[in-house]
Structures are given as structure tokens and as C-alpha cells.
């Protein structure tokens, strides 16, 4: 464990479903962070949160929706997804400059 | 093309020798840090050299960083089965905040 624990492990949802993603630390920090990993293509950064507050969107389409309750808590929201949002969704965590972040070990997303 | 290129893409050895991966970047930058991925899982960080440190030890892994070129070198020395991974590269940018930005990734091999 990383300290930076993502659930579930694995999702199969379709694309009418509605599911949620979860990212939970406890490591203090302060800064959060959803990516995608598709294959073959370099990790895509979707969106940040600095103490609570999103900081960034990067052009992520509407129907992921993230929310974070707390510096603790992270969700990813997921409605009416497609086929090519099937992905490894990774979370992590940064808390202190010149360390890296902390990831979990990602929720493995496909739509059918 | 991408800030924090890998290269190779692709890197299959024997246990015992050394690996050398290279990353190249565009912008300038406050640090540069190296992840390993094992396969379906998260990263996990291995270690930062900032901008203006030219290399940096840690275990059998050294690490280079030349701003001039814009470029990177992670070597393993004395590999062994279990480092076979992907590893990734991913710049700090100036202008980004505590935003990384990775590379694609090399996918080391090492062979017993």
C-alpha cells in the first residue's frame, strides 16, 4: 500500500450506468490529482485539486464529474461513458515540494 | 510531440547488466522525477533531481539532468528480474505549478 488507496480495483459498467471512483489518502497532502492511462499513449493529467478546490480541468468531457469533499477524499463521478473511456483511472497525492506524488494502484474502467 | 519523450521505447536485457533510459523535454523546468510502473499498476516514484542538480544516486539507480540539452538518462546498474517495469519520466514545469507532465514510458525487460 502506497497510502494512496483507489477502490474498486476493477469496474465494468455500461454506458447508460452511473458509477463513482474513490481515492482516499491519509498522508496529509494537500494536493490531488485524477489521470488516465490509455494504452500505448503517455498518462493524461484530468483534473487538480488543491485543498479542496479544483485548480484544473484539462478539457475533461462533462460526463466525468470529480468531486472532493474533503483534502482526504477524491470522486470521480461517471455517467453515460463511452467505449474509449475504457482506461486505468490513477489517483494521486502531493504534499511537500521536491517529493513526488503518491499514486494508487488505479481502477481498471471498461465500458461496455 | 510530447514534453518528456522516453526513449527507448523498448529496453530487453540481461539480468546482471545495466540499463540506461532517456528522456528529452521542451520547456523549462524545476525538477524532473522518474516513475516505475509494474504492469496494471500505480506509479511509484523513484527519484528527483531538480534543475540545477547535474546527477543524483539512490541505491543502483543514478541519474542525470542536462538542462542545455533538455534531457534525462535513468541507469540501472546491475538489473534484475524484478525491475522489469515501465518507467517514466515526468517534468515539474516552471510555468505548471506542482503539475507533472510524463512521457510515454520504456518498457525494460530484464531476463534471468
Known amino acids: 500500500e502506497t497510502g494512496v488507496t483507489q477502490t474498486p480495483r476493477h469496474l465494468v459498467m455500461g454506458m447508460t450506468n452511473k458509477k463513482s471512483l474513490k481515492c482516499e489518502q491519509h498522508l496529509g497532502h494537500n494536493a490531488m490529482y485524477w489521470y488516465k492511462q490509455s494504452a500505448k499513449k503517455p498518462l493524461e493529467l484530468m483534473f487538480v485539486y488543491n485543498f479542496k478546490e479544483q485548480t484544473e480541468n484539462n478539457s475533461v468531457p462533462s460526463r466525468f464529474s470529480p468531486e472532493c469533499p474533503n483534502s482526504s477524499h477524491l470522486f470521480l463521478h461517471l455517467h453515460t461513458l463511452q467505449p474509449e473511456d475504457s482506461a486505468l483511472y490513477l489517483c494521486?497525492?502531493?504534499?511537500?515540494?521536491?517529493?513526488?506524488?503518491?499514486f494508487g494502484s488505479g481502477t481498471r474502467l471498461t465500458v461496455v | 510531440s510530447q514534453q518528456g519523450e522516453e526513449d527507448p521505447q523498448a529496453l530487453s536485457i540481461q539480468e546482471g547488466e545495466n540499463a540506461t533510459m532517456n528522456c528529452s523535454y521542451k520547456t523549462s523546468i524545476n525538477n524532473l522525477q522518474w516513475y516505475r510502473q509494474n504492469s496494471g499498476r500505480g506509479l511509484v516514484h523513484l527519484i528527483l533531481i531538480r534543475s540545477n542538480e547535474r546527477e543524483k544516486h539512490s541505491g543502483r539507480l543514478r541519474v542525470t539532468l542536462d538542462t542545455s540539452k533538455k534531457s534525462s538518462s535513468l541507469l540501472i546498474t546491475a538489473s534484475r528480474a524484478a525491475d522489469t517495469a515501465s518507467y517514466f519520466c515526468a517534468t515539474d514545469e516552471e510555468t505548471s505549478g506542482s503539475r507533472l507532465t510524463f512521457g510515454e514510458g520504456t518498457q525494460l525487460t530484464v531476463n534471468p
Open positions: 494521486a497525492s502531493y504534499g511537500a515540494p521536491l517529493y513526488g506524488y503518491t
